[in-house]
Each structure stands twice: as structure tokens, then as C-alpha cells.
């Protein structure tokens, strides 16, 4: 009857969340060539980008930024001299590029296809880790506290103004609303919102992320 269904319901979740969890501290980076390819296509994806073109950014000036940082990751497993001056290059202008949409995005911290939705400030510490297809939003802070940093599961949704510091882990799929404070873990699939955050439904971010990510 309807106890058994709930029943089900919330063993499905409880699994749910297990299999998210074991998942949540995985996190890629470009290795090797065929990786690098595969970060530029996440991220084209990410943004609903067909390919790009030599307009592209001015019309996309936060996948530009992302594009550059994904070459800067990319040269940083070349050795040789032409690749010291290529990574030299590479990050200067990531930096140029930074002061101008307000966006601090280290190198190595994000996973494929994270998008930022528009340009602003974000900043993200350069050891945090953020899983892949998680969505920013301009004032987003991802920052340290007693040396230790957050860890960003995949599929996450930080709205805008969040900041999440410390040694905390924000589980695959939650969602953390606009203005929140995040110093504590957040459980996979749900929704947190205040200063402190805190947990207000079982309700991950499917419904928030742009319909063409592929959520899985």
C-alpha cells in the first residue's frame, strides 16, 4: 500500500545517495591529449555550444576563459622548453582574460563540464575540487579555513553569492541556494539554503541544471 511505497521510496533515495557518495571524491584532470579533447567537448556541451567558431569569444566570453584554462591544464603535463613558453603564454592570457570577466578558476580544480552561468565574480581556491558538470553563479566563493579546503561533488548547483569553505564535501546533485553559507557537509540530492546552510527538501538539482546536461 502506500507504506510500502514509501518504503521503496525512501530505500531508493537512501541507495541513491550511497552510490552518489562513493563518487563525490572522484575527481579528473587532463592527463594526456584524448583527455584534453574530452574537456574541451564536455565543456561545449556544458555551455550549448555546437562548436567553436572564431567569433565565439566575444559571443561566449566565460567558455573562452574555461577554453584557455583548459589549454593551461592541457600544456601543463608538456615537457620541453617550447612548452614552458606555450604555458607561459597560455597562462597569461587566462589571467588577462580572468581580470576581465571577474573570474578566478585555478587550473586543475574543475572537472569536465562545470559552467559558470555568467560572467562575475568567482573565485575558487586553487586546491579546492570541483566534480564535473557542477553549475556556478557570479559571487560564488570557494575558499579555505584551517588549511583545508571544500571538495564539490559532480552535478552540483551553488547559486548565487554561495560560499563554501573549509574542509566540507557537497554531495553529487545538491543544490545550495542563493546567499548560503556552507561550513558543513551537504548530503547528495538535496537542498540546502541559509547561513549556516541547512537541509529544506530532498530535492537535487536536476530540475535546476540547463536541460542539455546530461545528468546521470
Same mark, same amino acid.
Given at each position: 500500500? #502506500?507504506?510500502?511505497?514509501?518504503?521503496?521510496?525512501?530505500?531508493?533515495?537512501? =541507495?541513491?545517495?550511497?552510490?552518489?557518495?562513493?563518487?563525490?571524491?572522484?575527481?579528473?584532470?587532463?592527463?594526456?591529449?584524448?583527455?584534453?579533447?574530452?574537456?574541451?567537448?564536455? *565543456?561545449?556541451?556544458? +555551455?550549448?555550444?555546437?562548436?567553436?567558431?572564431? *567569433?565565439? @569569444?566575444?559571443? $561566449?566570453?566565460?567558455? $573562452? +576563459?574555461?577554453? =584557455?584554462?583548459?589549454?593551461?591544464?592541457?600544456?601543463?603535463?608538456?615537457?620541453?622548453?617550447?612548452?614552458?613558453?606555450?604555458?607561459?603564454? &597560455?597562462?597569461?592570457?587566462?589571467?588577462?582574460?580572468?581580470?576581465?570577466?571577474?573570474?578566478?578558476?585555478?587550473?586543475?580544480?574543475?572537472?569536465?563540464?562545470?559552467?559558470? &552561468? $555568467? +560572467?562575475?565574480?568567482?573565485?575558487?581556491?586553487?586546491?579546492?575540487?570541483?566534480?564535473? /558538470?557542477?553549475? =556556478? $553563479?557570479?559571487?560564488?566563493? %570557494?575558499?579555505?579555513?584551517?588549511?583545508? #579546503?571544500?571538495?564539490?561533488?559532480? /552535478?552540483?548547483?551553488?547559486? @548565487?553569492?554561495?560560499?563554501? +569553505?573549509?574542509?566540507?564535501? #557537497?554531495?553529487?546533485?545538491?543544490?545550495?541556494?542563493?546567499?548560503?553559507? #556552507?561550513?558543513? *557537509?551537504?548530503?547528495?540530492?538535496?537542498?540546502?539554503?541559509?547561513? @549556516?546552510?541547512?537541509?529544506?527538501?530532498?530535492? *537535487?538539482?536536476?530540475? =535546476?541544471?540547463?536541460?542539455? %546536461?546530461?545528468?546521470?
Amino acid at each position: 500500500g #502506500v507504506r510500502q511505497t514509501g518504503q521503496h521510496l525512501s530505500r531508493a533515495r537512501r =541507495l541513491d545517495r550511497r552510490r552518489m557518495t562513493r563518487t563525490v571524491s572522484t575527481h579528473r584532470t587532463i592527463q594526456n591529449r584524448a583527455d584534453y579533447r574530452e574537456f574541451l567537448a564536455a *565543456d561545449l556541451l556544458a +555551455y550549448n555550444v555546437s562548436r567553436w567558431r572564431i *567569433d565565439s @569569444p566575444w559571443r $561566449h566570453p566565460v567558455l $573562452h +576563459y574555461q577554453r =584557455l584554462l583548459r589549454r593551461t591544464e592541457f600544456l601543463a603535463t608538456r615537457r620541453g622548453a617550447a612548452a614552458r613558453i606555450a604555458r607561459f603564454w &597560455a597562462r597569461f592570457r587566462l589571467q588577462s582574460v580572468g581580470v576581465r570577466t571577474g573570474i578566478t578558476l585555478p587550473p586543475g580544480v574543475a572537472g569536465p563540464g562545470v559552467t559558470i &552561468a $555568467h +560572467y562575475g565574480t568567482v573565485v575558487v581556491n586553487t586546491r579546492a575540487r570541483i566534480g564535473k /558538470f557542477t553549475r =556556478l $553563479h557570479p559571487g560564488v566563493t %570557494i575558499g579555505i579555513a584551517d588549511g583545508k #579546503v571544500p571538495v564539490i561533488g559532480d /552535478f552540483v548547483y551553488l547559486g @548565487p553569492n554561495v560560499v563554501v +569553505y573549509g574542509g566540507v564535501t #557537497v554531495g553529487d546533485g545538491a543544490v545550495v541556494g542563493a546567499n548560503s553559507v #556552507v561550513n558543513k *557537509d551537504v548530503p547528495p540530492g538535496v537542498t540546502v539554503v541559509g547561513s @549556516p546552510a541547512r537541509v529544506v527538501a530532498e530535492r *537535487d538539482s536536476r530540475a =535546476l541544471l540547463p536541460s542539455w %546536461i546530461p545528468f546521470d
